[in-house]
């Protein structure tokens, strides 16, 4: 009975108490991973964003300068005339 008592008790006080720490530890990690994945998705979103604005603002300038000289862009959107929208890539 002694034996049975000490196990509960070890079990209780000692085995149950570290293993919910080690749970709780991990917990704390993945939500840190997650966390810092959601922040590193958002610099990369925004830097996208910046470039696309970038690119805008060169072929708006593109297009001023070519309509002051008198001439008008190949491509009304100023993009690659063999791109066309919705293309997706060719698989072979």
């Not at 959601?38 to 593109?62: D, G």
């Amino acid at each position: 009975m002694k034996v049975t008592n000490r196990r509960v008790n070890a079990l209780e006080n000692v085995t149950i108490p570290r293993i919910e720490g080690i749970l709780d530890y991990i917990s704390r990690e993945l939500d840190e991973l997650e966390r810092e994945d959601f922040t590193r998705l958002k610099k990369v979103q925004a830097s996208k964003e910046e470039k696309i604005k970038e690119e805008q603002v060169k072929k708006e300038e593109e297009r001023e300068r070519l309509k002051k000289e008198g001439r008008e862009m190949e491509d009304a959107k100023g993009g690659d005339c063999m791109e066309e929208e919705g293309e997706g890539d060719l698989l072979f």
